[in-house]
């Protein structure tokens, strides 16, 4: 009882690693998950450790209960309004645009799966991982017009990126909610899953990606990160610089003669060179 007293309370859930995969779970159930200062500490805390833990080669983030993240959590914004109109510029600024910044920047691959309903900015947050997989029953909502607000977390940047600027504007300005198979035929997301295989399908990419070049993978988020505001001769250069790191490190050694020697690279091991 006192162990699942503590995980109730618990706003962000690690599960023990596993071959290297840390999963964080969104804690929540009872408001969906929503974000208020209690998540948003946890889950910057989460990811702080697994940036800076050596043990952590994958991220998979999910939410527990029948939904990912219903975003803000309005009821915790009206406690603030009894010391009169909230500054919402400086929650933005202190809460929201660190977990983004942090998610894109972690040198290791983070997989989400959207287990049900994701809106605002949890829908936003799931969008700035690497590989987000989806339940067929989940939906992606831009609520923010609903309620006289501007998207954020990202919305604004990532969203036209995947969908292109027509539809994006039409998801936030009408703030109807789109289905997981609709997301990945518009290419917002990479896959949907039946909802009992979500989990196994999800826990899979993680294990694939935490067997493989950790270090290369980090390079690659920096590269796509880089290519939305480079011009092509800034990008060639940046390929240019981090293919020398690359190349220095003992993944590419290991994955050369894995090749040669026909064999599975195991690019957890140091190589000698």
Not at 12 to 26: A, F, P, Q, R
Not at 216 to 224: D, H, I, S, T
Request: aromatic residues 6%; charged residues 25%; glycine residues 8%.
């Amino acid at each position: 009882m006192e162990q699942a007293s503590e995980a109730m309370s618990n706003p962000v859930l690690l599960e023990t690693l596993e071959e290297g995969v840390l999963t964080l779970v969104l804690n929540r159930p009872d408001k969906m998950n929503a974000f208020d200062v209690a998540l948003h500490e946890a889950l910057a805390a989460a990811l702080k450790r697994a940036a800076m833990d050596e043990a952590c080669r994958v991220v998979l983030l999910t939410g527990a209960g029948k939904g990912f993240c219903a975003g803000q959590d309005l009821a915790d914004r009206a406690i603030a309004f009894e010391a009169g109109r909230p500054d919402l510029g400086d929650a933005v600024e202190k809460r929201y645009n660190p977990l983004v910044r942090a998610l894109r920047a972690l040198p290791k691959p983070v997989v989400c799966a959207v287990n049900g309903v994701a809106a605002g900015a949890g829908a936003n947050m799931a969008l700035a991982c690497d590989i987000v997989l989806a339940a067929r029953s989940a939906r992606f909502l831009q609520v923010f017009a609903r309620i006289g607000l501007v998207p954020d977390a990202g919305g604004t940047w990532t969203l036209p990126r995947l969908v292109g600027e027509a539809r994006a504007r039409a998801l936030m300005m009408l703030a109807d909610p789109i289905g997981a198979e609709q997301a990945v035929a518009w290419g917002m997301i990479w896959r949907a899953v039946d909802d009992d295989q979500l989990m196994g399908v999800a826990r899979e990419v993680a294990m694939r990606l935490a067997s493989g070049p950790t270090h290369a993978y980090g390079l690659m988020k920096r590269a796509f990160l880089a290519s939305s505001s480079n011009s092509l001769d800034a990008q060639l250069d940046l390929e240019r610089d981090l293919q020398r790191e690359a190349g220095a490190g003992d993944e590419y050694i290991e994955g050369v003669r894995a090749f040669l020697e026909k064999r599975a690279a195991d690019f957890r091991r140091k190589t000698p060179r």
